[in-house]
């Protein structure tokens, strides 16, 4: 049996926010959508939260994603800062189906799991950690998906942060 693979390359598209602000924005590029020099131009570029996902994945005959599936996380680039409580929530918009959801790093654990949301959660986020998980992923269409990000966390003294974190959507759907 011949089995065909597809590659589905994937274009990130994700709007910069605050994450106090719990929002999401619009599609645009992983750079901050706000204007060079403002503030929230600032925070987006000095924000050690990165919200990582796969850039090229194969889906097989039966539109499920080759490899276990999608890969989402955070991870924290800082070289100082701890973050507390922090989760990633990855709900989807158009076109996916969620199946079983593994943690892929130490300290992580899925605090939510639905065909529609997985949000993956750890207690600290410490420097150069991530929290990550894979989900076995039906894709319903190769040509258009889309799922939306939402970040939440604190800092060490149990404030909500104020960095920017790219938040928003990744997929293929133009907005």
């Known amino acids: 049996m011949n089995r065909m693979r597809t590659t589905v390359a994937v274009l990130g598209a994700a709007g910069a926010l605050t994450a106090a602000q719990l929002g999401l924005a619009g599609a645009a ?22 919200i990582t996902y796969l850039k090229k994945f194969y889906v097989d005959n039966n539109n499920w994603v080759t490899n276990g599936g999608l890969r989402f996380g ?27 959801a593994t943690v892929t790093t130490k300290g992580a654990r899925i605090t939510q799991k639905t065909n529609q949301i997985v949000k993956v959660a750890a207690k600290t986020l410490k420097p150069g950690k991530s929290a990550a998980f894979k989900v076995s992923t039906r894709m319903l269409r190769t040509d258009l998906y889309e799922v939306k990000f939402a970040v939440y966390g604190k800092t060490t003294d149990g404030k909500k942060w104020g960095c920017a974190v790219d938040q928003g959507t990744w997929g293929t759907v133009k907005h």
């Open 29 to 50: 590029s992983a750079a901050s959508t706000a204007p060079t020099g403002s503030v929230e131009a600032q925070a987006a570029a000095s924000c050690p939260i990165k």
């Open 74 to 100: 955070l991870t924290n680039s800082s070289k100082k800062v701890t973050f507390k409580d922090v989760s990633l929530k990855v709900t989807n918009t158009k076109s996916l189906r969620f199946g079983k």
